[in-house]
């Protein structure tokens, strides 16, 4: 059974004969909740006119309702919550009411009860009503019409003289022609200046057959040049035409155009036009809204931004009263709660402009944004504590859950969100500080929040990393131009010593795959891919799209990162040790090279996810494990030929200048047994250069321990020999490159006999990587290389495999006879 409104109603459970009727207005209503009976208190609150006497109910008080009220559902005259309800009247003003319910016999006796000093909003000008049912074809004025008449002087005849016959032919007509014209205006001009605004609509019944016509007229002061009377039918939602000239015309056609609500507010705050799209952000007709002050579409408790009263003398609210009289002062109210006409609130953004009607007094034009969704959204965010500190947007946990919301909803596939991330941000905090950069970020917080698209939500997820989400890309003109307005919002022009600089953003955008389950964690990542992929490929302020080949390279590399991370941690990593030899092959050492087993990908080479371990912070993980194995496994290395040989660990992420590298080294090492002279650390010449003196003393005192370090691949990136002796390592491993072409190449010739002798000159030694053949090894042996590394004598091994040679002494240099 259909219940009227959503507030709980009052019931009183035990039936109720309709006998005599209450004294408070009532109706009663149907099963289906359709008012059958009235009793005369509710048609003088819901002014309608009463209905002829012979059809007064047998039951005392109750009469049949009339013609405009009987079988209408009570929920279209009354909206709202039971306790909290508004009666709407025939001239679309409002009364507040209170909505109490009885089971009647048949139905439901619903109390209408007026509530007492709240909003009961006068129409501003008088207005009368008039209906035309179509089947009697019978005509009838209420008494409001009919004292208006009087009052202006227009005859009150029946029939085709009367000057509602007009509208009725031009409605019928168009009832023939056409499907469901929706309303007919006029205007009739009468004495004094001033006109009577005609506004008839056709009520339809359940059928769908038009059953009546309904007018309301209304006395408006007549404009100065005011145009012949209008007598048209209207197009169902087209546009309302009342200006005859040009600029007149595109005007209205352009306010009929804004998707937004547009008003046009005479001097005294009276709505003289408005378009669709105010009319639907107000859910009434522009009949009812014409002559509304608008301090009566001002929800209560508003106050404006000015500390007064909510209406001054005036009788404007505070939203309008701060116009300036003059158009170049246009003003924006933020957030105004406005009246719909079920008594529900509908915040919008104002944009005011005063404009000089033709007589010269002013207008006000306004434009009216629906903000409430948005308002909704930050409030959500606020109540929950889910804003970043600084700029106060939602942060990404808020941003996530905002976008799962909206990925549940219907519009899923209309998501977008955009990723921007500043260019060279770092550079104005370390040129102009941390608290320029702060009010950077602040500044360009308000900047999109004020300029966004309504339905765009701005949200700061990292340093200087925004992130834009759009319930729904095609009311903004889809996700390129979605990107484009991000990227100009975020383009700043600063002030660096005086000078202005451009600053550039990178953009990326991310929707749901039409199909599949995207979860917002996953968009906001695929959007962020988008961004960096721009920022890779492009040198600044581009805009990148998430396209399936960005979107799945990136996922495969996190996929990638995910299993390393849980590899390392679960030591599903082996190692390999390649075994170092002396000129006369005995093995002096080896190096522990780290390998990952996958269980789909076969074996992997560190070339290939080394890197990604790089990405993903997770050296200084693989740095510890392999220090750690390679040093338990080397601890039961056997001798051979009189030695036990010492175990090279590679470190990247474990470095010198880490402050707690000494302690780390200090209990890997011990716990494994090792002696700590049968420990190599291999560095490349970057993390060797420049270190710090804590860093220095810590590897001083691994080095006092029997701990030697090596410079890894040296010849390559910026080695100089000249830098050699600055640099604090006892052994130089002379990388591959120059190795190669030693026997052939003299330029490489020479860089080897440089580098030995060099290296010799300052007491360290030195080891050759990546020795391949005979005539390689000899060579190098001549230029008193001590030590070689390289396929020639053996591939990187098993643990097994290098006890076994160790213990069989089977690792020969081939040409130790020589
Ligand atoms: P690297 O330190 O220069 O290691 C020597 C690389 O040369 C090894 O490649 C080894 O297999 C290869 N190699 C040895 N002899 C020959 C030869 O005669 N010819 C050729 N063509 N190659 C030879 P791998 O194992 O693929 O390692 C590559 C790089 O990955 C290493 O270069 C090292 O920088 C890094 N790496 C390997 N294991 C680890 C580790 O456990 N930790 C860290 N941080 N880095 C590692
Ligand atoms: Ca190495
Ligand atoms: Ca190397």
Redesign the pocket.
Same mark, same amino acid.
């Given at each position: 059974r259909p219940l009227v409104g959503v507030g709980g109603p009052e019931r009183v459970d035990a039936p109720a004969p309709p006998d005599a009727a209450p004294t408070e207005p009532a109706v009663l209503c149907d099963r289906e909740g359709r008012i059958t009976r009235v009793n005369d208190a509710f048609l003088a609150l819901a002014s309608r006119p009463p209905a002829g006497p012979g059809q007064t109910s047998p039951a005392a008080g109750w009469r049949a309702a009339p013609g405009g009220l009987d079988r209408v559902p009570l929920r279209e005259l009354v909206h709202g919550p039971d306790p909290d309800a508004r009666l709407v009247r025939p001239d679309g003003s409002l009364v507040a009411v209170r909505l109490v319910r009885r089971i009647a016999c048949a139905g439901e006796l619903c109390l209408v009860l007026p509530q007492r000093g709240q909003l009961d909003l006068p129409s501003a000008a008088p207005v009368g009503t008039w209906t035309f049912d179509l089947a009697a074809a019978a005509l009838r004025r209420d008494a409001a019409l009919e004292e208006l008449y009087r009052a202006v002087g227009v005859p009150t005849g029946q029939g085709p003289t009367a000057v509602e016959a007009q509208q009725v032919a031009a409605l019928s007509q168009a009832l023939r022609a056409q499907a469901r014209p929706a309303e007919h205006r006029m205007e009739l001009a009468v004495a004094g200046s001033q006109a009577l605004d005609y506004a008839t609509y056709v009520e339809y019944a359940d059928d769908g057959t038009a059953h009546r016509l309904v007018g309301t007229v209304r006395l408006v002061a007549a404009a100065p040049r005011r145009p012949r009377p209008q007598n048209r039918v209207r197009q169902p939602a087209g546009p309302t035409r009342r200006f005859t000239d040009q600029a007149a015309q595109r005007f209205a056609d352009l306010m009929a155009a804004v998707p937004g609500g547009v008003g046009l507010l005479d001097r005294a705050g009276r709505v003289i036009d408005a378009n669709a799209g105010l009319c639907e952000l107000l859910d009434v007709r522009l009949e009812m809204l014409r002559g509304r002050t608008a301090a009566s579409l001002t929800a209560d408790g508003f106050t404006g931004q000015d500390p007064e009263p909510d209406t001054g003398a005036d009788g404007l609210p505070g939203w309008l009263r701060r116009a300036a009289t003059s158009p170049d002062h246009p003003y924006r109210a933020d957030a105004v709660p406005l009246l719909r006409i079920d008594g529900t609130t509908v915040w919008c953004e104002l944009a005011v402009t005063a404009t000089p009607a033709d007589d010269g007094s002013p207008l006000w034009l306004v434009v009216f944004t629906d903000v409430t969704e948005r308002r909704r959204a930050a409030e959500l965010l606020r109540s929950a504590g889910i804003v970043d500190e600084l700029t106060r947007l939602p942060n990404r946990a808020a941003t996530i859950e905002l976008v799962d919301r909206l990925l549940a909803g219907p519009g899923r596939d209309r998501v977008a969100v955009v990723c921007g991330d500043l260019d060279d941000f770092s550079r104005v905090n370390s040129s102009l500080g941390h608290e320029a950069g702060d009010d950077l970020l602040v500044t360009l917080a308000g900047r999109l929040q004020r300029e966004l698209p309504v339905g765009c939500t701005a949200a700061r997820l990292s340093g200087d990393e925004f992130m834009v989400i759009c319930a729904d890309h095609s009311e903004v003109g889809g996700p390129d131009i979605l990107a484009r307005t991000v990227a100009d919002l975020l383009r700043p022009t600063i002030t660096v010593h005086g000078r202005p600089v451009q600053m550039t953003a990178s953009v990326g955008v991310a929707q749901p795959v039409p199909a599949g389950e995207v979860r917002a964690a996953d968009l906001l990542r695929f959007a962020e891919v988008a961004m960096q992929d721009v920022k890779r490929r492009q040198r600044r302020g581009g805009i990148g799209m998430a396209t399936d080949g960005v979107v799945s390279s990136a996922t495969k590399a996190l996929e990638l990162e995910a299993e390393l991370r849980s590899t390392i941690a679960g030591g599903g990593l082996t190692?390999l040790y390649?075994p170092v030899v002396g000129p006369d092959g005995t093995v002096l050492s080896a190096?522990?090279?780290?390998r990952w087993p996958h269980p789909e990908r076969g074996m992997i080479?560190?070339?290939e996810f080394?890197p990604v371990a790089q990405r993903s912070g997770l050296?200084r993980d693989?740095?510890m494990w392999?220090l750690r194995t390679a040093a338990e496994e080397a601890a039961t290395w056997p001798m051979a030929r009189g030695i036990r040989p010492a175990v090279a660990?590679?470190?990247? %992420?474990l470095l010198p200048g880490d402050t707690d590298f000494l302690d780390v080294v200090t209990g890997i090492v011990d716990d494994s047994g090792l002696p700590w002279d049968r420990l190599v650390l291999?560095l490349v010449e970057t993390s060797l250069v420049a270190l710090p003196p804590h860093a220095l003393a810590a590897m001083d005192t691994l080095v006092k321990r029997g701990v030697r370090f090596a410079v890894?691949?040296f010849g390559t990136g910026y080695s100089s020999l000249a830098r050699l002796k600055e640099l604090p390592a006892q052994t130089i491993k002379i990388d591959?490159a120059f190795v190669t072409g030693v026997g052939e190449d003299r330029a490489d010739f020479a860089v080897a006999r440089a580098v030995v002798d060099m290296a010799a000159a300052m007491n360290r030694t030195t080891v050759a990587? %990546?020795?391949?053949t005979g005539e390689q090894f000899l060579v190098l042996r001549r230029l008193g290389v001590d030590a070689f590394?390289?396929?020639?004598f053996a591939k990187?091994l098993t643990p097994d495999e290098l006890h076994a040679k160790l213990r069989t002494s089977e690792v020969v240099a081939p040409a130790a006879g020589l």
């Open positions: 190692l390649q190096e522990a090279l780290v080479s560190p070339g080394l050296l693989l740095d392999v660990v590679n470190l990247a %992420g291999e890894d691949d591959r990587e %990546g020795v391949e590394q390289g396929y020639f990187p």
